[in-house]
Structures are given as C-alpha cells and as structure tokens.
C-alpha cells in the first residue's frame, strides 16, 4: 500500500492518465472520477475518463458529468502512462469492455475504500475507513496541494453525500464533516445538489415502488425485509437501472428490520442482489461473498443464477442463518 503523497507523485508524473470507476455508477463512482479527472486535467494532463455504462440520467446535472465516455464513444484504444481506477472492488468490477478499450493501460493506480478490495493495482490506496471514494480524492488534492475548482468541489460533495446517506450512516467521521464543511466553505450550493440528487426522480420510479411494495417479503419475526423486482416490471414502465437506487431504503427504514434484501432480475437473467445490514453482526459482505459478491459490513451486493424466486430463497436462508444463529 502506498501513501497519498506516493499515489499523487505517480500522477503528478504522468502525461496522459486514464480514469475509471465500476459499472453502474453511483454518485461516488461518478463524483470521485469526474473530479480526479478535472483536477488531472487543470494540471495540464490528456484525460480520458471512461465508465463501462456511462453516466446514469439522474447524474447528468453534475459539473463535468459530460467527461465521462463509454468505451464505445472511444475512436481508438486507450494508450496512457497511469490508469486511475476509484471506487473499484474488484478488476472486473470495472467491465469488460472498458478493459477491451485499452491497448496499453500503464501503471495500474487503485484508490478505494471497499474492505474487499484485494489491492489489485500496481499502486494502491484503500482505506476501508472512509466512508466514499471521494472523501479520499479530498485528501489526495489537499496533501498534493492541488486546486478544488468547483467542478471538483461538487463531485466531491455528490460522491460523500450519496454514500454516506446524506452525512447518516454509521462510516460517517468527524473528518467526512471537516472535509463537507471545505467544501461549503468553497461554494458548494447544498440546497440545489441535494434537490438534483434526491428529489428529482422519474415519476416511473414509484410507480415501480408501488409493484415493489405488493412484493415485500417480511421474515424472522420483522428483521428481515427483501422485495423482488421482476423483468415484466422493468419492461412495463421502462426503469432504468439508476432510478431503483435507494429505494432499499424504504424497507431497510422500518424499526425491526436489521438486514434489508433488494432482489432485481437483470436482462441476461441473472439476479442482482443489494443487500443492507443496520449491525456488524449480520454482515452482508459476507453474506455476499459466500455467492461470490463482495462489499461492506452493511451494504453489499452480489449477482447470482436465477430464476429470482430461487435465488432470494437461497440467499435469505443464508441471512436467516446469521439472523437466527
Ligand atoms: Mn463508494
């Protein structure tokens, strides 16, 4: 594992830097690569920012949001000296296709702070203590003392927002809120990103609420909640992947729920688990990892064969078990 300092000295030498973040980006996937990659390029570097799904309609309004390319809007293969990977569990995580883009990658740059992350990179930096990927690029850019435009200044805030549930869960330190109130004090409009982030959602998104909740599945006497969203639903109101995120709120809010299951059947028929836990004790990246996922104590996730009732069945008995056990 290498320093900040090391890990922004690699960058700082570097010419042309590719930056990448998982498939199905979140605010932290999207926030910490658009500003890593505004921060490269104010210090004169050819950035290439490329995520395997590209920018989810609800995270078009962020500044800069417009970098961020699929590999299929690349008109040739990707030859950089460093590769910038942020808020990536895993190699694989990145995608396929993005990793097809390249035809020489350079050195292999790791930031993260998934406590499953195995330190793929050539270069690595994974605090598991940081509550989102972004808090980290926030301390990179003030320990390198690089400037925080507000390009990066917003991205930051979305991506710390988004994971933290809004400065809530339990990740959330005294620093993630000295790191916010920098950002405040550099003209982060709160007020107007916490609308665009949480009160701007398609109205398809309830409606597939409203499916979801005839689903609702309640066992081990209340502690356990899960919902499956099945494919005719998907096609009936046309979801797109971003708008279901944090709807596994809405069960995992309720007083005697502990560990909250969203079951959702993908296109290829494979079945997407997310999984929340409100106590170490019943932790859900391990959970997870027993189906070959991966994450945090108290959010992961995982993709298993379907057909969907099955899967939840297997993976609930696995939740009941540590639940009951
Ligand atoms: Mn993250």
Redesign the pocket.
């Known amino acids: 594992m290498q320093t900040l300092r090391q890990i922004g000295e690699a960058l700082q030498k570097a010419e042309t830097i590719a930056v990448l973040s998982h498939m199905r980006p979140?605010g932290?996937?999207i926030g910490s690569a658009v500003a890593v990659a505004q921060v490269l390029g104010k210090l004169g570097k050819e950035v290439t920012v490329i995520n395997q799904d590209g920018v989810p309609a609800a995270l078009e309004f962020l500044p800069g949001a417009s970098m961020v390319k699929r590999p299929i809007d690349l008109k040739a293969s990707l030859q950089v000296d460093v590769t910038v990977i942020l808020?990536t569990a895993s190699e694989q995580r990145a995608g396929d296709e993005v990793w097809a883009a390249f035809a020489e990658r350079g050195v292999l740059v790791n930031i993260d702070?998934h406590i499953s992350n195995p330190a793929y990179g050539d270069l690595n930096y994974i605090d598991a203590k940081a509550p989102?990927?972004g808090e980290i690029v926030f301390d990179l850019i003030e320990e390198m003392g690089w400037p925080l435009d507000e390009v990066v200044r917003n991205n930051i805030w979305a991506?710390i927002s988004t994971?933290t549930g809004s400065y809530r869960y339990p990740s959330t330190t005294a620093h993630t809120f000295e790191v916010g109130a920098e950002l405040l004090q550099g003209g982060v409009d709160v007020g107007a990103i916490s609308q665009s982030l949480y009160e701007s959602y398609p109205l398809r998104r309830i409606y597939v609420l409203r499916d979801l909740l005839k689903e609702l599945q309640i066992s081990s006497e209340g502690k356990v909640a899960s919902w499956k969203l099945r494919r005719e639903v998907i096609d009936r109101y046309g979801v797109q992947p971003s708008d279901t995120e944090g709807l596994i709120d809405v069960i995992r809010s309720v007083d005697s729920v502990v560990v909250a299951v969203f079951f959702e059947e993908l296109e290829d028929g494979k079945i997407r688990v997310s999984a929340r836990s409100k106590t170490p004790a019943a932790d859900v990246g391990e959970i997870c990892g027993k189906f070959g996922g991966g994450g945090h104590q108290l959010a992961a996730g995982t993709r298993m064969g379907g057909p969907i009732d099955e899967a939840a069945a297997k993976f609930l008995n696995s939740v009941e078990q540590v639940i009951n056990g």
């Open positions: 979140d932290d996937a808020d702070h989102a990927t991506g994971d």
